[in-house]
Protein backbone atom coordinates (compact mmCIF):
# COMPACT_ATOMS: atom_id res chain seq x y z
CA UNK A 1 0.00 0.00 0.00
CA UNK A 2 1.13 3.54 -0.84
CA UNK A 3 2.67 5.50 1.99
CA UNK A 4 0.07 8.12 3.32
CA UNK A 5 1.31 11.68 1.78
CA UNK A 6 -1.78 14.14 2.38
CA UNK A 7 -0.55 17.10 3.83
CA UNK A 8 -1.34 20.21 3.37
CA UNK A 9 1.09 23.42 3.81
CA UNK A 10 -0.06 26.88 5.58
CA UNK A 11 0.42 29.82 3.15
CA UNK A 12 2.07 32.56 4.30
CA UNK A 13 1.08 36.32 3.00
CA UNK A 14 3.69 39.02 3.44
CA UNK A 15 2.52 41.16 1.44
CA UNK A 16 -0.53 42.31 3.71
CA UNK A 17 1.27 44.36 6.08
CA UNK A 18 0.73 47.90 5.92
CA UNK A 19 -3.43 47.32 5.69
CA UNK A 20 -5.57 50.39 6.67
CA UNK A 21 -7.56 49.81 10.31
CA UNK A 22 -6.30 46.34 10.67
CA UNK A 23 -2.98 45.91 12.28
CA UNK A 24 0.01 44.03 11.53
CA UNK A 25 -0.22 42.82 15.27
CA UNK A 26 -3.07 41.46 14.44
CA UNK A 27 -2.80 39.93 11.15
CA UNK A 28 0.10 37.67 12.94
CA UNK A 29 -2.17 36.81 15.30
CA UNK A 30 -4.57 35.42 12.70
CA UNK A 31 -2.15 34.27 10.55
CA UNK A 32 -1.51 31.94 13.68
CA UNK A 33 -4.66 30.82 14.45
CA UNK A 34 -5.23 29.76 10.89
CA UNK A 35 -2.28 27.61 10.75
CA UNK A 36 -3.94 25.96 13.68
CA UNK A 37 -6.28 25.00 11.40
CA UNK A 38 -3.79 23.78 8.69
CA UNK A 39 -2.27 21.51 11.43
CA UNK A 40 -5.62 20.49 12.64
CA UNK A 41 -6.66 19.68 9.11
CA UNK A 42 -3.40 17.60 9.05
CA UNK A 43 -3.78 15.63 12.09
CA UNK A 44 -7.00 14.75 11.59
CA UNK A 45 -6.55 13.75 7.63
CA UNK A 46 -4.06 11.64 8.94
CA UNK A 47 -6.10 9.96 11.64
CA UNK A 48 -8.84 9.30 9.55
CA UNK A 49 -6.44 7.24 6.91
CA UNK A 50 -5.05 4.85 9.88
CA UNK A 51 -8.70 4.39 11.03
CA UNK A 52 -9.57 3.68 7.34
CA UNK A 53 -6.78 1.73 7.20
CA UNK A 54 -7.73 -0.19 10.41
CA UNK A 55 -11.37 -1.20 8.49
CA UNK A 56 -12.90 1.12 11.24
CA UNK A 57 -14.12 3.71 8.68
CA UNK A 58 -17.52 3.16 9.84
CA UNK A 59 -20.15 5.84 11.14
CA UNK A 60 -20.59 3.27 14.31
CA UNK A 61 -17.53 3.89 15.47
CA UNK A 62 -17.37 6.79 17.36
CA UNK A 63 -14.04 8.00 16.73
CA UNK A 64 -14.08 7.77 12.99
CA UNK A 65 -17.78 9.44 13.22
CA UNK A 66 -16.54 12.46 15.60
CA UNK A 67 -13.02 13.04 13.79
CA UNK A 68 -15.22 13.17 10.45
CA UNK A 69 -17.11 15.44 11.97
CA UNK A 70 -14.34 17.82 12.78
CA UNK A 71 -12.65 18.17 9.61
CA UNK A 72 -15.55 19.80 7.95
CA UNK A 73 -15.12 22.19 10.70
CA UNK A 74 -10.96 22.63 10.38
CA UNK A 75 -10.43 22.17 6.58
CA UNK A 76 -13.49 24.95 6.01
CA UNK A 77 -11.41 27.16 8.59
CA UNK A 78 -8.68 26.40 6.66
CA UNK A 79 -9.77 27.14 3.18
CA UNK A 80 -12.32 30.34 4.41
CA UNK A 81 -8.87 31.81 5.54
CA UNK A 82 -6.81 31.78 2.56
CA UNK A 83 -10.18 33.06 0.62
CA UNK A 84 -10.12 36.03 3.25
CA UNK A 85 -6.43 37.14 3.50
CA UNK A 86 -6.18 36.09 -1.14
CA UNK A 87 -8.61 38.99 -1.21
CA UNK A 88 -7.04 41.54 0.92
CA UNK A 89 -3.94 44.28 -0.58
CA UNK A 90 -2.87 47.55 1.41
CA UNK A 91 -4.08 50.40 -0.53
CA UNK A 92 -6.99 48.79 -2.02
CA UNK A 93 -9.46 50.66 -4.03
CA UNK A 94 -12.97 51.93 -2.70
CA UNK A 95 -14.94 49.88 -5.36
CA UNK A 96 -13.98 47.56 -7.98
CA UNK A 97 -13.35 49.07 -11.79
CA UNK A 98 -15.77 48.73 -14.33
CA UNK A 99 -15.74 45.08 -16.03
CA UNK A 100 -16.74 41.06 -15.24
CA UNK A 101 -17.45 41.64 -11.54
CA UNK A 102 -19.04 44.65 -11.97
CA UNK A 103 -21.32 43.65 -14.39
CA UNK A 104 -22.06 40.90 -12.57
CA UNK A 105 -23.20 43.05 -9.52
CA UNK A 106 -25.26 45.07 -11.32
CA UNK A 107 -26.98 42.19 -12.79
CA UNK A 108 -27.73 40.50 -9.70
CA UNK A 109 -28.75 43.72 -7.20
CA UNK A 110 -29.26 46.48 -9.52
CA UNK A 111 -25.60 48.49 -8.80
CA UNK A 112 -23.24 48.36 -6.39
CA UNK A 113 -24.01 50.54 -3.74
CA UNK A 114 -27.51 48.24 -3.44
CA UNK A 115 -24.91 44.81 -3.07
CA UNK A 116 -22.75 47.06 -0.71
CA UNK A 117 -25.25 47.63 1.83
CA UNK A 118 -26.59 43.79 1.59
CA UNK A 119 -23.50 42.67 2.38
CA UNK A 120 -22.70 44.92 5.40
CA UNK A 121 -26.43 44.66 6.72
CA UNK A 122 -25.09 40.78 6.47
CA UNK A 123 -21.76 41.52 8.16
CA UNK A 124 -22.52 43.80 10.88
CA UNK A 125 -25.08 41.00 11.98
CA UNK A 126 -25.25 39.53 15.45
CA UNK A 127 -23.09 35.97 15.54
CA UNK A 128 -19.99 35.12 14.61
CA UNK A 129 -19.11 33.75 11.31
CA UNK A 130 -18.42 34.64 7.85
CA UNK A 131 -19.90 36.81 5.41
CA UNK A 132 -19.59 36.07 1.71
CA UNK A 133 -20.49 36.50 -1.85
CA UNK A 134 -20.66 34.04 -4.01
CA UNK A 135 -21.43 33.35 -7.56
CA UNK A 136 -24.19 30.72 -8.67
CA UNK A 137 -22.39 28.83 -11.45
CA UNK A 138 -25.48 27.80 -13.29
CA UNK A 139 -26.91 31.47 -13.36
CA UNK A 140 -24.00 33.64 -13.08
CA UNK A 141 -25.74 35.45 -10.33
CA UNK A 142 -24.01 36.94 -7.63
CA UNK A 143 -25.90 36.46 -3.83
CA UNK A 144 -24.11 37.13 -0.31
CA UNK A 145 -25.22 34.96 2.64
CA UNK A 146 -23.97 34.71 6.21
CA UNK A 147 -22.18 31.74 6.99
CA UNK A 148 -21.95 29.85 10.50
CA UNK A 149 -19.18 27.63 12.49
CA UNK A 150 -16.87 28.15 8.65
CA UNK A 151 -19.36 24.90 7.64
CA UNK A 152 -22.68 25.99 7.81
CA UNK A 153 -24.68 27.38 5.45
CA UNK A 154 -22.26 27.32 2.61
CA UNK A 155 -24.98 27.15 -0.93
CA UNK A 156 -24.24 24.14 -2.77
CA UNK A 157 -22.21 24.20 -5.82
CA UNK A 158 -21.48 27.98 -5.50
CA UNK A 159 -18.23 29.57 -5.87
CA UNK A 160 -16.83 32.26 -2.99
CA UNK A 161 -15.99 35.64 -4.65
CA UNK A 162 -15.82 37.83 -1.62
CA UNK A 163 -14.82 36.32 1.90
CA UNK A 164 -14.99 38.38 5.20
CA UNK A 165 -13.88 36.67 8.53
CA UNK A 166 -16.58 38.46 11.01
CA UNK A 167 -15.27 35.76 13.89
CA UNK A 168 -13.97 38.32 16.28
CA UNK A 169 -10.58 37.28 16.44
CA UNK A 170 -10.49 38.90 13.14
CA UNK A 171 -11.01 42.23 14.33
CA UNK A 172 -9.91 42.87 18.56
CA UNK A 173 -8.27 43.74 20.04
CA UNK A 174 -8.36 46.83 16.77
CA UNK A 175 -11.97 47.14 17.87
CA UNK A 176 -14.54 46.79 20.64
CA UNK A 177 -16.93 43.71 20.05
CA UNK A 178 -19.23 45.82 19.78
CA UNK A 179 -17.34 48.32 17.23
CA UNK A 180 -17.14 45.22 13.99
CA UNK A 181 -19.40 48.01 11.91
CA UNK A 182 -15.77 49.77 12.15
CA UNK A 183 -14.14 46.89 11.26
CA UNK A 184 -16.19 46.35 7.76
CA UNK A 185 -15.35 49.68 7.34
CA UNK A 186 -11.79 49.15 7.53
CA UNK A 187 -11.99 45.91 5.56
CA UNK A 188 -13.57 47.77 2.40
CA UNK A 189 -10.57 49.95 2.43
CA UNK A 190 -8.32 46.63 1.87
CA UNK A 191 -9.73 44.72 -1.12
CA UNK A 192 -8.01 43.22 -3.70
CA UNK A 193 -10.56 43.72 -6.24
CA UNK A 194 -8.98 42.17 -8.98
CA UNK A 195 -8.04 38.86 -6.91
CA UNK A 196 -12.50 38.71 -6.06
CA UNK A 197 -13.12 39.09 -10.27
CA UNK A 198 -10.25 36.28 -11.09
CA UNK A 199 -13.00 34.51 -8.73
CA UNK A 200 -15.72 34.51 -11.24
CA UNK A 201 -16.56 31.66 -13.27
Not at 69 to 84: Q, T, V
Amino acid sequence: MAEFQKKYSPKTYPNLKGLKGISDDLLATHFKLYEGYVNRCNTLTENLSKLGKEGRASGKDPAYAEMTRRLGFEYSGMILHEYYFGNLIPNGQAAPQKGKLTDAIEKSFGGYDTWLADFKAIATMPGVGWAITYQDPTTGWLSSHWINLHQDNHPAGYTPVLVMDAWEHAFIPDYKATDRAKYVDAYFQNIDWAAVEKRLR
